[in-house]
Structures are given as C-alpha cells and as structure tokens.
C-alpha cells in the first residue's frame, strides 16, 4: 500500500492521469529503492552540512564563507580541478584512442596501469609525486635548472596531481564507446569523399563527444574534493596553495564544526552547480545529434 | 569453494566465540596519543606491563592510536572510547574537557601540570650549519628557509610560533606590535608548511627543502639517530618554550569501562623512576629532578619562557590571540591592504 503510494507520488505525472504500466514492471519499486538508497547515502549525510551552519547565523556564515583566503582557495581549488579534467580530457582520449585502435606487444598491460591510480592510496601518490618533483628529484630538479620551473610546492604541483588522480575516468568513461563504434563509419566517411580530421570531427567526435563529457566531469569532480595527494605536494601557503579542503582541516582543527560546514556547504554548492551544468551541456549534445539525424 | 569458504567462516566464528570469554576478563587500556610518541609508549607499555601483577597472566593489553593532537581530541570527542589521552597540548584536552567527558580541572590531577615528561623547541640545521644560524635572528636573514608545519592544523607548530613570539617579544623589550613582525617576517622566510610535525620533517630531510627545520627537540634528536649525525646538527637557540604534553584520564569512558584504576595506575606510573628513565632516553625531558640530573649533559640548558606565563597566559587565551580567526597568524597571511 505505502509502496504504491511512493511510486504514485514520485512518478509525479502520472499520478495525475490513469495509471498506465511501463514495459518494464517494476517502476514503483525500482524508483522507490533507488530514492531510499540515495537519500540513505547521499542526502541525509549531505544535508546535515548546512544544518550544521546553522550555528553559525546568516552573518557568521558569509564572513567565514567570504574570507579572503577561502576564497583564495576556491578559486585555486576549482582551477586546478578544470585544468587538470581539461589536460586529462585531450591526453585520456588520445590513450583511450590508442588502447582501442591499435595492437602492440604490452597493451594489456599499459590497459591494466590506467586503473592504478583509482587503487593506489591517495596519500602515496602525493608523496611519490612530490619525491620525484621535488628539488631533490628526478624531475624536479632537472626542471628547475633547465627551465626554471617548480612543480612541488607551487600550484602547478597541485594541477600535476589532480592530472594523476583523474587519469582513469576519461579513458575509462571514453574506451567503450570508442569500442564499440564501428570503424566501417570512417571507412563510410572515407568513402563518401571526408578528409581525416572531417572524419575526426564529424563522425568520431559527436560520437563520443557525451562520454568525455563525462569523464571530464567526474575528473573535475574529483579533482574539487581530493585531499590525500595535494597537501603533500602542495606547500599549502595560505593566499597562493592553500586548497579548499585543507581550510575545512583546519578549521576543524580548532573545533570549529560548524565554520567547517559552512565552508563545506559553499563547496557543495558550488561543485553541484557546475556539474548540473555539464550535465545540461550532455543533454543538450544529445538531443542535438537526434534531431540532425 | 562454497564448502571450503563455508567451512572457513565457521572457523572464524568458532575463533571469535571462543576468544570472548578471554578477552572479556583481560583489561585493555587505549591510549590515545599524538604522533612522535609512538617509540616511547612501545616502550613504557612494555615496562608497565611487566611491573602490573595483572602483567604476568597475560591480562593486560594496552592499545594505541598516533595521529594529529588535534585530529585525536576530535575522535575522542565524536565517540573513540580512550582510557586516558596524551596529547600534545593542553588545549587539545580542553576541548575534550568542554564536551564534558572530563573535569575543567583536570590538570591539576597530576603532578608537574599533569606532564610527565617535557620537551622544547630547536632548529634542526643541515651538517656543519652552512648558514651559520645560532639564533632566532638569524632566521629572518632574506637567504634562509625555514621549515615549520601549519600552526593551524599542527599541534608541535604552535609551540614553533610561540617560541618565536616569545623571543621577538623579549628581544623588542615587550614591544607586541614588534614581535608580531619579526613572527611575520620569520614566516615570509618559509616555503612549505605541512599540516603536521612528521610531513615537515620529511620535507627537510627527504626532499632536501629548507636550511633548518623547526622541530620538537624529540623528534630533532630522533632525526639525528636514524638518518645519522653526518647529515643534520641541532641548534640550540637563546630562548625557546618549554613545552609540556600533557596526560589525562577520561573520566566518562574509564567509568563507563569500569577501567579507572588501571588507568589512573598507568598515568601514575609515567612519573616513577622507571618510567622516568625511558622517558629521558627518548629524548623527552623528564619532569622527576634525579633522573634529569643524570641526563643532564643530553639537554642542554636554555631559557625557556612557559605557556602559563603572562606573555600568553595559558593556552586559552593563546589559543584565541594568535591561531583562532583573524589571530595573529591569520594577519601575516592577510593581503595588504585590508
């Protein structure tokens, strides 16, 4: 009874009309697991953020929010998370390209490498980045007297390990698309008079185009929230390298729940609304390529 | 396979099941503490076992947990069920005191401000001192780094930064607005700052970064013992703090445990003699007077300015004054002009 209603109120409009059955059976009971499970994992732990700045009040909240080195951070946090999604977005696609289209001695293995960072602890990645871009290191030093270019401890570090920790989605979100597009579709375009990069464009890149979206929003996505790699790497100087939720850190380091929150709260926000937003861009890519079809 | 793991799992049941009865008439103790002390508490838990006559039957079992000061007052305050915290300052206990699993007045309990064993703050500098540093001044030189973890987030870097102040403030005869410049200027002169005591040590001995490393003077001497005194020479300076580690009870859990007199046992056990001599030979400066005599050659004597005294007047208020918003530390960081 309480279940048929769930659905009822869920379905939204078609609770209005007759109920009419979907092909699938199984919606009332689909959609309420799946709003129970959500709201169990996702939005009950999510909404207790800005409950807890609450504490706070409406001027407490901004002035923690506006702090000119929260802000510093946001713009730092978001920016090192875009570039690194948009480094992994050209240089995924191309592995994913190549893992997909060519045959060659080790490409099992170089398949099986692109997973690693997904299971290495994030902390070990930091410390292995920052030992080889360090002064001392293999490359940082290198780097440094050739080009006069820090990684570790400066901002670039941050965006190089972002790089590392987004690497799979990309290639992972764009590998089976790729394999599963047909190569008689270029050999058509060929046919039909295309030049290559026609064909890159017109034929493979609308094709794909929706998954790398994809990857690149869950890059971005996780590049924003990422913690373990970047303070190792970072040098963490306030104004300059100082990420988002290292601030959140310290701020909980001095028991403050709820300036924590608040800062939380703004990050969420923030992270929710650009990922509406390349949500939208997907959609929008989709129901562009079914009318032109 | 679905009989062999099967099989497996009644195993483990089985284990569990019958280790209950055992484990439920052993005492354990959790001791959750800061993060250099790892080494010693292997070793003075080892020693009190052996001295408790609950030791010998094998029904004595002391856990612990290493982490940030301020990260482990927070486990204790959200649930994690210590017997007794050590923390690396009092501050740390307060907070849990204010959630009320403790008495305010806890650090009256115990003798010597309820810290067993001290420490101090020193520069750790690279074989030879290239840079000629014997003092805090010589730190603001425009051709020195200076490697110190975020007083943010860092309990040993709070005793960094207050060290520092206590000397700009006595070197400008009291003159605050002063010493908040020489801590300024001090901080303009460093490159990276960790979010902890160890990650700023691994970032001046591993990755070479800096000419001298502020440091708990454990942790300084422990970096001369295993990396080996070819590589790093301690600076002693002219004026630093005494920093005290405080050890409490924690009253709610040891009653709720029914655990009080173990842990009251174990916390007054850090200031017997024994206790005291492992202290010293980790290289904490032992509160009991004898034992430091004999170790005396080991610390050398320096002006130490306390937390209690009136430049800072306890950790509250210094709390407030210098790493809270828009404190003293927060200034340095400000953009100009605002």
Not at chain 1, 5 to 34: D, E, Q
Not at chain 1, 203 to 231: D, M, N, Q
Not at chain 2, 39 to 47: D, S
Not at chain 2, 57 to 84: F, T
């Amino acid at each position: 009874m309480s279940l048929a209603f769930s659905s009822k109120v869920l379905s939204g409009r078609r609770a209005t009309g007759r109920r009419r059955p979907g092909v699938l059976p199984g919606f009332g009971l689909g959609t309420g697991y799946a709003v129970f499970y959500l709201s169990l994992l996702v939005l009950i732990p999510l909404t207790t953020l800005p409950l807890k700045t609450l504490e706070l009040g409406w001027g407490g909240f901004w002035s923690v929010v506006l702090d000119p080195r929260v802000v510093a951070s946001y713009k730092l946090s978001f920016g090192a998370a875009l570039a690194a999604a948009g480094v992994n977005a050209v240089f995924g696609l191309i592995v994913a390209w190549v893992l997909v289209r060519y045959t060659f001695p080790g490409r099992k293995l170089v398949d099986a490498l692109i997973d690693l960072p997904f299971a290495l602890p994030t902390a070990v990645a930091g410390i292995a980045l920052t030992a080889l871009y360090a002064r001392n290191g293999w490359l940082g030093g290198p780097l440094e007297t050739l080009f006069g270019l820090k990684v570790a401890f400066t901002p670039l570090g941050i965006v190089v390990a972002l790089i590392f920790i987004g690497t799979p989605f990309v290639v992972r979100s764009v590998q089976p698309v790729l394999e599963d597009l047909e190569q008689e579709f270029e050999e058509a375009a060929a046919s039909l008079g295309a030049t290559r990069w026609a064909t890159v464009r017109r034929v493979i890149l609308p094709a794909i185009f929706p998954s790398l979206l994809t990857g690149f929003a869950l890059a971005f996505a996780r590049g924003v929230g990422e913690y373990g790699s970047v303070v190792f790497i970072a040098g963490n100087m306030p104004m300059i390298s100082e990420i988002t939720p290292l601030l959140i850190l310290s701020r909980l380091e001095q028991y403050d729940y709820a300036g924590a929150a608040a800062i939380a709260t703004v990050m969420l926000g923030l992270s929710f609304v650009l990922l509406l937003i390349i949500n939208a861009l997907q959609a929008w890519q989709g129901h562009d390529k079914r009318r032109s079809a | 396979m679905l009989s062999k793991k099967r099989s497996l799992f009644a195993a483990l049941v089985a284990a569990i099941v019958l280790q209950a009865p055992s484990l439920a008439q052993a005492q354990t103790l959790l001791n959750v503490s800061y993060d250099p002390t790892r080494e010693l508490y292997k070793a003075l838990n080892q020693a009190f076992i052996v001295q408790h006559p609950a030791g010998n039957e094998q029904k004595l079992n002391i856990r612990q947990s290493h982490g940030g000061s301020g990260k482990q007052a927070r486990s204790v305050i959200d649930g994690l069920d210590a017997d007794v915290v050590t923390l690396a300052l009092a501050y740390d206990i307060d907070a849990i005191a204010e959630r009320g699993l403790l008495p305010k007045d806890w650090q009256t309990r115990l003798p010597h401000n309820s810290s067993p064993y001290t420490s101090t703050i020193v520069f750790l500098v690279r074989k030879g001192n290239p840079r000629q540093l014997r003092d805090w001044d010589d730190l603001v030189r425009e051709d020195v780094e200076v490697i110190t973890p975020n007083p943010k987030t860092s309990g040993g870097a709070r005793w960094n930064y207050l060290a520092a102040w206590a000397y700009g403030l006595e070197k400008n005869g009291g003159d605050e607005e002063k010493a908040k410049d020489f801590v300024s200027r001090l901080f303009q002169r460093v490159p990276v700052l960790d979010t902890g005591a160890r990650g700023s040590t691994t970032t001046f001995v591993e990755r070479g970064v800096g000419d001298v490393l502020l440091a708990w003077e454990n942790e300084a001497f422990l970096a001369l013992k295993e990396l080996g005194p070819d590589k790093f020479d301690i600076v002693v300076p002219s004026l630093s703090i005494l920093a005290e580690p405080p050890v409490a009870v924690v009253d709610a859990n040891v009653d709720k445990k029914g655990t009080r007199d173990l842990a009251q046992a174990y916390l007054e056990f850090l200031y017997t003699p024994e206790a005291q001599e492992i202290i010293a030979r980790n290289h904490y400066r032992p509160a009991d007077e004898e034992v430091a005599k004999r170790y005396a050659s080991q610390f050398p004597n320096v002006k130490l300015v306390r937390i209690d005294d009136s430049i800072f007047g306890g950790w509250q208020q210094a709390q407030k004054r210098h790493f809270g918003d828009g404190g003293t530390f927060d200034q340095i960081y400000r953009p100009k002009g605002r």
